[in-house]
């Protein structure tokens, strides 16, 4: 959003980071308040949630469905009470002023309250080259840097629907694609996948694990690994990063909010950061038991929350059932 274009209208009651369990449920919640909600997310298949094969134990629903399946549930039912879903990635936030702005891939955001709600799907550690080879490369948005690499080939590594859905972006301009898939399957829905296996300017490499990016100025390949056969090295200009890994994804708040040891988001009994108005819920808090259902209820938790911060009442409404 350009600057001259923004009304009051373009600032939220409240912007949740992340789409999963947690972050679907709250914004489910804020929707019953009538809090004018916003929820940005990398994807379904980005968290924890939305790759898990199957789901057994969530309560009400019988039987065994997919995480996926299950995330697009508890989304449509938030969409029913008029929160609007983005597909974006928060690179950097400012959160201490009384309207908080986040920037992501596509635009700006700004909201008088926000839950962080990203999950703990981060990766612990770069790969061979990536640091060095950052921003010459090296790039973790094809929507920003796609343009750069006209007429070349380039890889993308993940196989999320941000990994399948930027690979596609990508294949608008590249000469060619190749799709480094982690596992064995893509981590889509099915359209999805067949859509990016039947473009002719993508390669689609299934289990094809990324091991270290080539180049001494500027990239120039990748070193990548299969099974049951030896390495091998891609030719390609630019390589654009979205894997995932176990810990908390917070890299995008960059000193804004506190932290403890392990790069968890420390809350008080109310959800809330170190900032006011921002609270946290689910495994970005590092709980010890991960399962969908406890994120689901911290995500209620940090709505009851935020919306009682909004209106600036001590105690949170009797009627939140």
Not at 152 to 176: I, K
Not at 198 to 210: I, Y
Request: aromatic share 6%.
């Amino acid at each position: 959003m350009a600057e001259a274009n923004r009304t009051p209208e373009s600032v939220y009651d409240l912007i949740v980071i992340g789409g999963g369990p947690a972050g679907a449920t709250a914004g489910l919640y804020a929707g019953r308040a009538a809090l004018r909600t916003l929820v940005l997310d990398r994807g379904l298949t980005a968290g924890a949630l939305g790759s898990a094969s199957r789901i057994g134990n969530f309560p009400g629903v019988l039987g065994e469905v997919s995480g996926r399946e299950l995330a697009e549930r508890i989304r449509g039912q938030a969409e029913s009470f008029g929160v609007r879903f983005e597909q974006d990635r928060v690179l950097r936030v400012q959160l201490a002023a009384d309207v908080k702005e986040m920037w992501g891939n596509k635009g700006n955001y700004r909201g008088r309250a926000v839950i962080v709600a990203t999950g703990s799907m981060g990766r612990t550690q770069t790969l061979p080259g990536e640091e060095r080879l950052l921003g010459k490369g090296v790039s973790y948005c094809a929507t920003c840097d796609g343009f750069f690499f006209q007429d070349q080939e380039v890889a993308v590594a993940g196989g999320t629907d941000e990994a399948v859905e930027e690979g596609l972006l990508l294949a608008r301009v590249a000469r060619r694609v190749h799709l480094l898939v982690p596992t064995a399957d893509l981590k889509t829905a099915p359209e999805l996948a067949a859509q990016v296996a039947a473009h002719p300017k993508v390669a689609v490499r299934p289990a094809t694990r990324l091991r270290e990016i080539i180049g001494e100025r500027v990239v120039s390949g990748v070193r990548v690994s299969s099974p049951g056969q030896d390495d091998e090295v891609i030719p390609v200009a630019g390589v654009f990063l979205y894997l995932q890994g176990g810990r908390p994804v917070t890299d995008f708040l960059a000193g804004e909010l506190e932290l403890d040891s392990a790069g968890c988001l420390r809350v008080d009994g109310d959800l809330q950061t170190s900032v006011p108005g921002v609270f946290a819920a689910g495994d970005v808090l590092c709980k010890h038991l991960k399962q969908a259902v406890i994120a689901a209820a911290e995500g209620a938790r940090a709505a009851a929350a935020a919306e009682r911060y909004l209106a600036g009442r001590e105690s949170l409404r009797p009627d939140w059932s």
